[in-house]
C-alpha cells in the first residue's frame, strides 16, 4: 500500500449521471494529483492542489470539476460525461509541488466506464 | 517538444531470463528521470529517481542507467520472476517546477 486511497475503485455511470472520485492521503503530504489514465496513452496530468489551492489546471474540460477540502483529501466531481472519458483515473500525492526530490506516491486508481 | 518515447511497447520473456527497457527523451532542461512499475489495475510504483549527475542506480533486481548526453536510459531487469508481470513507465521530470513528462510505457510479461 502506498498510503493512498481511491473510492469507488470501478464506477460505471451513464452520461447524465452526476457522480464523485474520492482520494485520500495518509502520508503528511501538502501537494494532491489527478491524472488520467487511457488506453495505449501516456499519463495525462489533470490537477494539481498544494496547500488545498489549485496551482494548476491542463485545459482540462468543466464537466471534471475538482475538490480539495484539506490537505489529506481531493475530489473529483464529474458531470454530463461522454464515453472517451472512460478511463482509469489516478490521485497522487506527494510532500510538496514536484521538484527534483519529491516523489509521487499513487492511489489504486477508478476505472471509469461511460456509457 | 517534449517528449519521452519508449520501446518496445510490448515484451514476452520467460521467468528467470534478463531484459532492458529503452527510455529516450527530448525534455529540457532537464530535472530528473523516473521509473515506475504498474502492476494491472494498479497505480504506478516508483523504483528508482535519477538525476544528472547518476549514471546507474540499482534497486534490487532492477536497475537503471541514465546517459544524459545523448538522452538515453534503460531498465534492466535480472532474472526475472512472474512478479515483474507490469507496465514500466518512464518518467522525465522537467525544469525547476518539476513538471512531469511520462511515457507511454512497456508492458513487460513473464511466462513460466
Known amino acids: 500500500e502506498t498510503g493512498v486511497t481511491q473510492t469507488p475503485r470501478h464506477l460505471v455511470m451513464g452520461m447524465t449521471n452526476k457522480k464523485s472520485l474520492k482520494c485520500e492521503q495518509h502520508l503528511g503530504h501538502n501537494a494532491m494529483y489527478w491524472y488520467k489514465q487511457s488506453a495505449k496513452k501516456p499519463l495525462e496530468l489533470m490537477f494539481v492542489y498544494s496547500l488545498e489551492e489549485r496551482v494548476e489546471n491542463n485545459s482540462v474540460p468543466s464537466r471534471f470539476s475538482p475538490e480539495c477540502p484539506n490537505s489529506s483529501h481531493l475530489f473529483l466531481h464529474l458531470h454530463t460525461l461522454q464515453p472517451e472519458d472512460s478511463a482509469l483515473y489516478l490521485c497522487a500525492s506527494s510532500q510538496d509541488l514536484p521538484n527534483s526530490y519529491n516523489e509521487q506516491f499513487f492511489g489504486p486508481g477508478t476505472r471509469l466506464t461511460v456509457l | ?112
Not at chain 2, 519521452?4 to 525534455?27: A, D, F, H, M, R
Not at chain 2, 504506478?44 to 542507467?65: D, H, Q
Not at chain 2, 520472476?81 to 513528462?101: E, K, P, T
Open chain 2, 1 to 112: 517538444k517534449n517528449q519521452v518515447e519508449q520501446s518496445p511497447q510490448s515484451l514476452i520473456i520467460l521467468e528467470g531470463k534478463n531484459c532492458t527497457l529503452q527510455c529516450n527523451y527530448t525534455v529540457s532542461p532537464f530535472s530528473n528521470l523516473r521509473w515506475y512499475k504498474q502492476d494491472t489495475g494498479r497505480g504506478p510504483v516508483s523504483l528508482t529517481i535519477m538525476t544528472f549527475s547518476e549514471n546507474t542506480k540499482s534497486n534490487g533486481r532492477y536497475t537503471a542507467t541514465l546517459d544524459a548526453d545523448t538522452k538515453q536510459s534503460s531498465l534492466h531487469i535480472t532474472a526475472s520472476q512472474l512478479s515483474d508481470s507490469a507496465s514500466y513507465i518512464c518518467v522525465v521530470s522537467r525544469g525547476s517546477q518539476g513538471n512531469l513528462i511520462f511515457g507511454k510505457g512497456t508492458k513487460l510479461s513473464v511466462k513460466p
